[in-house]
């Protein structure tokens, strides 16, 4: 689509055209007198000719606001009557003049295509024609002389060069050439325009003024032309601006249309606040009409809005033209007529922009809002269900792992450790290392067949390794296996694995030796009972009694067990009728009666689910039973294991990207306060909302934490101070007093600062929270080196221990190994991310941490970091958070909030500042400036840009351009390595989002204070 700086820069530039053409009119007076009345009517009809094209582009310039199909329409409309121009007319569409669009004439005239370069060979008909340019004098005109070219390389308009064109058969053209530059909205040259009059004949006819009146015809002729072109153009433009309009008002239609019937609430007020539409969702909501609302209601004089704090909110929008997002509780107190369904308010999250007119004057202003009650109350009962899941997940007996399309381990349960693994040892493992040798064939069988059966479930049987007190000796597994390659969260193979050694060496022993049955049968870990030909139960082993609660006396006959096992009538039935089916289809086919599954009431009157196989021994008949109650269950649990892992999922994703959205808040937010003296009153709000910000900063980084995020950046520190500013930041105005006993020589560590910080935090706030009455937080740090027989499950080696002691309440015995799951509390405010947050946080760090307590006595919580053998760096002394310069600084970001935030802070600190929305326009605008000799001092990347080039790959190919360029890579997903390592990869420095102007300031001080 043209632009439309480009077509005001031809318009202007004709006009000089013309203009010019008006004095070479006055400077030809004398020849004119020699040619007479013709020639003056020729020249009048070739201003004619310019004024019509100008008139042209007039109209192009006033469709800029048509559609992108009209404007293709009007451009074949120019290239039309380009074509009915008798003149050759050149479009040169970049610097270099490679590419050329000619109207019919230049085509006739020389063969041109478009593509060919004016300043060298052109073609005609498939074969190489070299044109000749001389000048007045007969010299040879170069390439770089030709007007087009010199308008380029001047920047201006080239006037009246006349030359002639010399063909290889010796025919000669006279004309007379112009050309104009063509500027972008950059004003940057991006090509030129060139009209060269033929003026052959004029030359004839100089020689010949007897044949005046020929020319004559020939002008005549011409203006006529024109004329009828400029009647075409006039009615193309009518029929144009019909359609456009008719265009508009069916888009206009359209609007309204989306408007009524959006589920969101939506009104529309003008300038000042007062409403001048609302959809039927607003009214429905409202309870309100439009005679109540329309005209009536303006919302910058609503105490209601006022009394909820919305008001300054709203007056942003209409003062400054800023877009605004909020969320707000209604009651029936607020507005009576709201329907409130079955709850007693409702919230709702809503979005308030302006409209601005083409002058940039505020218009109108739009708010709609959406009812996300439900969503809240929603996300609140899944919070109380996952408690519940995690803990069915800690207790599930079978082992459950779930497997790649490989065959490689890609997790597992905690029954894992029943095998003497720890659960993340055992990732990345091969299945078959765990598989006997003699049985790996039969179970890569299976193995293939559930690949290529997804959904459908196979069981198998094999032998696996022993745990580490007996690696000789081999267990035996019972596994089913089902394949899942579109469950979210898996992808793979779900196999769900028990031990069932005991049950084969049970069932070999039996085959083995009849005289030992009885003995078999007695200590079986399997319930157990042989019955006779009648069907009565002649034996029960230990197993069933100590399972079911039957003896032999209590089920001797097969009536009893029926009554006493299957009480309900029609259930008894049913099983009854399904085992009597399975004999008669075993007896037919003289194979094993199938296994039976069915519920069992046992003696306690509870239900039990068992596995029922029954063995043939002749006249006696010996069953076998299996309790599968907890395997039932953990087919339960699995399902919430899987949602369990997907709410983690979600969980990240949503605090990334809320991390991005506080990156605009906190860094707005501190630009503002920055601009503000202390006793200004916006001060204190905007303060009040950046502690609100930052206490939601310090929620995302509890739920990155949670969904395995928030890799910590790390830095060489000693951490007494930082210690004791966190705990007596937290005390603060409590009835609370920390005590201190720090080492004044204590080992440096590699740490997070903000990370350490929040432990320290956590932990004070509930040392103070558990004390209501008062009393004292003992704080002690000193060195330590742990040996294996210490018991800590670290490496050998140097640490630091940090020891926290309250007086508190204490914890209960059967609480405090849940305190560090997810989502647990005992609070009934607390959110249950702050102790697993800790424990995350310690873990990242390769460190431990531990617990003890009593109730009424208190809490004492060891926390154990690697001791590093770094100095301390120097960015851990505070640096001054003001910070002035000069330079270029690019910003690349794909989020335009951002960028517009960094560009106000850094142009307040001196900065000049450019816009990259991805890696690619970066690396584009870093090598133009460094050929311009302005070059950057400085690029910011956004490590991730979806759908583009990110920053890792932009800075390697800056890199390449420029060794020496220094950049800083910025990213809300602080788990990259590259965040924590960027240094191996290139950039001079990290600032994780959000960040505040202090925080950007102090980083830039290091970086230009170690340049210079």
């Known amino acids: 689509m043209p632009e439309k700086p480009i077509y005001e820069e031809l318009k202007l530039r004709i006009w000089e055209l013309e203009k010019d053409k008006y004095n070479r009119k006055e400077a030809a007076k004398p020849l004119l007198e020699r040619f007479g009345e013709t020639a003056q009517s020729f ?55 490679r590419v050329i669009t000619g109207n019919r004439y230049v085509n006739e005239m020389f063969g041109v295509d478009d593509g060919a370069n004016v300043s060298q060979t052109t073609a005609k008909k498939g074969q190489a024609v070299k044109i000749i340019h001389l000048k007045p004098d007969g010299t040879e005109l170069l390439a770089e002389e030709l007007p087009m070219q010199q308008s380029i390389i001047r920047g201006e308009a080239v006037l009246n060069v006349e030359f002639t064109y010399l063909f290889p058969d010796g025919r000669k053209v006279f004309a007379i050439g112009n050309a104009v530059p063509l500027f972008d909205e950059h004003n940057r040259i991006r090509g030129s325009v060139g009209a060269f009059l033929d003026i052959t004949k004029i030359k004839q006819s100089s020689a010949r003024l007897q044949k005046r009146t020929h020319i004559f015809f020939i002008a005549a002729g011409g203006f ?61 909501f409202l309870n309100l009409t439009d005679e109540q609302l329309v005209g009536k209601y303006n919302v910058l004089d609503d105490k209601i809005v006022e009394r909820k704090g919305l008001l300054p909110l709203f007056r942003t929008v209409f003062e400054e033209g800023k ?13 009576p007529n709201m329907d409130l369904k079955d709850s007693k308010s409702v919230i709702v999250e809503g979005t308030m922009f302006p409209i601005h007119n083409s002058k940039g004057e505020l218009t109108s202003v739009v708010l709609n809002w959406i009812d996300i009650t439900e969503r809240l109350q929603a996300e609140k009962s899944l919070r109380e269900s996952e408690e519940k899941h995690r803990a069915l997940i800690e207790n599930i007996s079978d ?236 087919s339960l649990q699995l399902q919430q294991i899987q949602k369990l892992e997907a709410i983690g999922t979600l969980a990240g994703g949503i605090a990334h990207d809320f991390n991005n959205m506080l990156g605009v808040i906190i860094g707005n937010i501190s630009y503002s306060l920055s601009q503000l003296s202390q006793d200004n009153e916006l001060f204190e709000v905007l303060s009040d909302v950046q502690e609100g910000a930052k206490q939601a900063q310090t929620l995302t980084q509890q739920l990155l934490t949670f969904s395995k995020g928030g890799e ?87 640490y630091i221990k940090i020891v926290i002691v309250d007086q508190g309440i204490g914890i209960s015995e059967k609480q405090l190994s849940n305190i560090f799951d997810p989502f647990f509390t005992t609070k009934q405010k607390g959110s249950g991310l702050g102790l697993s947050t800790v424990y995350s946080i310690i873990q990242k760090h390769n460190g431990h941490i531990t617990v003890y307590s009593e109730l009424e006595k208190g809490t004492v919580f060891h926390i154990y970091i690697p001791a590093s053998l770094k100095d301390a760096e120097k960015t851990e002394i505070k640096l001054d958070n003001a910070h002035q310069g000069h330079g270029k600084i690019l910003i690349m970001d794909d989020q335009e909030s951002i960028m517009k935030m960094v560009g106000r802070i850094l142009n307040q600190m001196g900065y000049e500042t450019t816009f990259a929305i991805d890696g690619s326009q970066a690396v584009e605008m870093y090598k133009e400036a460094q050929s311009s000799e302005k070059s950057f001092d400085l690029v910011i990347l956004d490590l991730t840009v979806p759908g583009g080039m990110g920053g890792l790959k932009t800075v390697t190919e800056l890199l390449i351009i420029d060794p020496n360029v220094k950049a800083i890579v910025s990213s809300g997903y602080s788990n990259d390595p590259i965040m924590s390592n960027y240094e191996d990869y290139g950039f001079c420095g990290v600032v994780p989002k959000p960040y505040t102007k202090a925080q950007l300031a102090e980083l830039l001080n290091k970086i230009f204070n170690e340049n210079n």
């Open 323 to 335: 877009t605004v997002s909020f969320s707000v509780e209604w009651d029936g107190n607020d507005i």
């Open 224 to 284: 006529i032309v024109v004329l009828c072109l400029m009647i075409i153009v006039l009615a193309r433009m009518w029929q144009i601006t019909k359609r456009a309009e008719a265009a508009l008002k069916t888009r206009e239609s359209f609007l309204n249309r989306i408007i009524d019937q959006s589920p969101f609430a939506i009104w529309i007020s003008d300038a000042k606040g007062t409403l001048q539409r609302a959809n039927p969702a607003l009214k429905r």
């Open 712 to 798: 910590p950046v790390k830095k060489t520190a000693d951490i007494n101070k930082l210690i004791k500013e966190s705990a007596q930041f937290i005390v603060r105005g409590a009835n609370v007093r920390c005590e201190f006993e720090l080492s004044e020589n204590l080992f440096m560590v590699e740490v997070d600062l903000g990370q350490i910080n929040q432990v320290i935090s956590n932990l004070v706030i509930n040392a103070n929270q558990a004390m209501p009455h008062g009393g004292f937080i003992h704080i002690k740090t000193e060195n330590t080196k742990i040996e294996t027989e210490d018991n800590i499950p670290l490496p050998d080696g140097q």
């Open 399 to 634: 082992l459950i792992l779930i497997i790649d399309k490989n065959g490689i381990n890609v997790w597992s349960s905690p029954a894992v450790r029943q095998y003497g693994i720890e659960p993340e040892d055992s990732i990345g493992r091969l299945f078959d290392e765990f598989v006997h040798p003699d049985d790996l064939k039969k179970i890569r069988k299976i193995w293939d067949e559930a690949i290529a059966n997804p959904g459908k479930a196979y069981t198998s049987d094999h032998r696996a390794t022993g745990t580490p007190e007996k690696p000789e000796t081999w267990m035996y597994q019972h596994n089913t296996i089902v394949y899942l390659p579109d469950t979210p969260g898996i992808d793979g193979a779900v196999v769900v694995s028990r031990n069932v050694t005991e049950q084969k060496l049970a069932e070999e022993a039996l085959r083995e030796s009849e005289v030992r049955f009885k003995k078999m049968i007695e200590q079986s870990p399997l319930p157990m009972v042989i019955t006779d030909q009648n069907k009565d139960i002649t034996f029960i082993n230990n197993k069933f009694t100590e399972l079911f609660g039957y003896t032999l006396d209590d089920v001797s006959t097969a009536e009893e067990w029926w009554v006493n096992a299957y009480p309900d009538l029609k259930y008894r039935t049913k099983v009854q009728n399904s085992w009597m089916a399975a004999i008669e289809k075993a007896e037919r086919n003289k194979t094993n009666i199938e296994m039976q599954v069915w519920d069992i009431t046992i003696k306690d009157r509870t239900k039990r689910t068992s596995e029922f196989n029954m063995v043939s021994l002749g006249e006696f008949s010996l069953i076998i039973m299996n309790d599968v109650t907890e395997r039932k269950k953990n």
């Open 43 to 97: 020249f009048k009809g070739l201003m004619i000719f310019f004024l019509l094209l100008t008139g042209l582009f007039t109209g192009l310039v006033q469709a800029h606001d048509l559609s992108e199909e009209e404007l293709r329409q009007r451009n074949e409309e120019l290239s039309s009557v380009l074509n009915a121009i008798p003149a050759l007319v050149w479009i040169a569409k970049d610097p270099e003049c």
